[in-house]
């Protein structure tokens, strides 16, 4: 006989759990009772928005389910940003809730909530379980369901006297995931397409990779001879220096390598929804019918046909299919690798950073200095702003695994995901953007970093504003300012509050060697860069956006 708590950090540890992220409250202390007897690292956090980040971080950069745990009413609430993000992204992610007890339900008791309504929209599968013999079931099933088909949130429930009750219940299995692979039909006609075309190219998207598939799908590339392009922030899906790479399918895309994507006669989409961003609002691909001939493959069937009408719908996880389709042997010298080539030196032309701009900050040489000194597998995370277009440009990704970006655009999302990334990872380099309003979104889980000893770095790009908002009032509305102007903590001396190393920079040369400090405190620090609003885009001043100069 074990009491629900017990029976739940079972099923964690029988599902090959090792950390979960959380806010402590008193709707589960049965589960944190049970805890405290586990291997299970516990990680606690300030915020369960910032602990839902971490448990979509630790999802995204490993492929398993990132676990978190908070309370019910507020704490569920504040969470659900984390869930959305999980869900849009296709990350695999648990979110446990303590919930009122059984005989309260149906009162609006105290921070009583209906989970079930509450995250039926923006969650795979949302369930309360009322009975502590079926935990290992449901947490097992919860697993399966995170992880399989296209992954995503499963949100689990559980009543306070369910947690406490004592029951005898089977000793939990770990979850089955669910593989699916392309039939041999199907490689050979994407085989037959491939050698019809003339002006192929293939984008890649979506989760359910590893760095064993990111390399076969290279070899396809140089097989088949074929440009790449990485869908909105999956840029960790290819070597951005490798001759066949084309660029980033995301928000203010290359103009050349949009040209190419309307002017394809086949694309190959593998793994991605290419949603509203990288479709730039679903015009490179046009919804319900493609102009281009689309082969589309992704691990949950439900995806394919949905936007876009395949010509070649294969349903198989990107894994499954590069191992496969590697296999075959693409033609020599194909008529278009020519413009392979030239879609590659238009890239390196693109993400090759200006030197000058407004204001005595300029972020082209700070990006510049970033990829001299940054290992191919630090990881760099970020939330949302135009700040992020520095790292998304300019940023030359090498390897798997080092890119932690919502696909959602959810703000306050770079620094409790560094914070995870470097808990995964402590011996590799985790670099977090954030602008001044992103920062102070989630940035109390700087703390949470102080507290574990992880050295993260994170730059605050503060230009005093909400960037990507006034960009657009700028240019909607010139000259009615409302509600985008911000009055900024000193984010340096706000590090060195909390324990860590603050660092701010004024003028460019002060990047380089503040960043080095901060590097060898050894401790969370914050390199604030003070940089001018006029210098809202790599190309654009905020002067020139609201004249339409």
Not at 113 to 130: L, Q, S, T
Not at 135 to 157: C, Y
Not at 333 to 354: F, G, K, N
Not at 511 to 527: D, H, N, W
Request: with cysteine; hydrophobic share 40%; glycine share 8%.
């Amino acid at each position: 006989m074990k009491t629900g708590g017990q029976l739940i950090v079972d099923a964690l540890e029988a599902n090959g759990t090792d950390r979960i992220y959380c806010v402590p409250g008193e709707s589960y202390l049965a589960v944190l009772d049970a805890l405290h007897d586990s291997t299970i690292r516990t990680i606690v956090c300030r915020q369960e928005g910032g602990a839902a980040m971490m448990a979509d971080c630790h999802g995204r950069l490993t492929g398993k389910p990132g676990i978190c745990f908070v309370t019910r009413g507020p704490g569920a609430t504040n969470a659900s940003a984390g869930i959305h993000i999980a869900m849009q992204d296709s990350v695999p992610v648990i979110l446990f809730i303590g919930q009122v007890a059984s005989h309260a339900k149906q009162r609006e008791a105290f921070q009583e909530v209906d989970y079930v309504r509450f995250f039926g929209d923006i969650a795979k599968w949302v369930v309360e379980i009322d009975d502590a013999s079926r935990v290992p079931e449901f947490v097992t099933r919860a697993f399966a369901v995170a992880t399989s088909g296209r992954p995503g949130p499963v949100v689990v429930s559980l009543p306070e006297d369910m947690l406490t009750s004592l029951a005898e219940a089977p000793a939990a299995q770990h979850y089955t995931r669910v593989e699916t692979s392309p039939g041999e039909a199907e490689l050979d006609r994407l085989e037959a397409l491939l050698n019809a075309a003339k002006r192929p190219v293939a984008i890649l998207g979506g989760t359910r990779w590893d760095a064993n598939a990111v390399q076969e799908m290279q070899r396809i590339a140089e097989a088949w001879s074929l440009p790449v392009g990485c869908s909105f922030r999956r840029q960790m899906l290819f070597d951005h220096l490798h001759p066949n790479y084309a660029g980033d399918v995301g928000i203010g895309i290359n103009p050349k390598l949009a040209t190419a994507i309307k002017k394809a006669d086949l694309v190959l989409l593998i793994g991605g929804r290419m949603g509203e961003m990288p479709s730039s609002d679903y015009t490179l691909l046009k919804s319900p019918y493609p102009d281009q001939t689309l082969v589309h493959v992704h691990a949950d069937p439900g995806e394919l046909g949905r936007v876009y009408w395949p010509t070649l719908a294969i349903n198989a996880s990107p894994s499954a299919f590069v191992r496969l389709f590697a296999r075959r042997k693409g033609p020599t010298s194909p008529s278009w690798a020519e413009e392979t080539q030239r879609l590659h030196a238009a890239y390196l032309d693109w993400s090759t950073p200006p030197e000058t701009g407004p204001g005595s900050v300029q972020m082209g040489p700070i990006m510049n200095y970033l990829e001299t000194v940054l290992p191919d597998d630090a990881i760099l995370t970020n939330g949302a702003g135009n700040y992020a277009t520095w790292v998304h440009r300019f940023h030359r990704s090498r390897r798997f695994a080092t890119q932690a970006a919502p696909t959602s655009g959810s703000m306050g999302y770079g620094t409790p995901a560094a914070v995870a990334a470097k808990e995964l990872f402590p011996d590799r380099d985790v670099i977090a953007f954030a602008g001044d309003g992103c920062f102070l979104m989630n940035g109390q889980e700087f703390a949470t970093a102080v507290q574990y000893n992880l050295p993260i770095v994170v730059i605050v790009v503060n230009n005093g504003i909400y960037g990507t908002i006034r960009m657009h009032q700028e240019r909607e509305y010139p000259g009615r300012v409302v509600a985008t102007d911000l009055r900024n903590p000193d984010f340096a001396a706000l590090a060195r509050a909390y324990g860590g190393h603050g660092e701010t920079v004024d003028k460019t040369a002060d990047f380089a060697p503040a960043f080095e400090r901060a590097r060898a405190s050894g401790k969370p620090s914050i390199v604030e860069i003070k940089l001018d609003p006029e210098a809202i885009t790599p190309t654009r001043t905020m002067t020139q956006i609201r004249d339409k100069t």
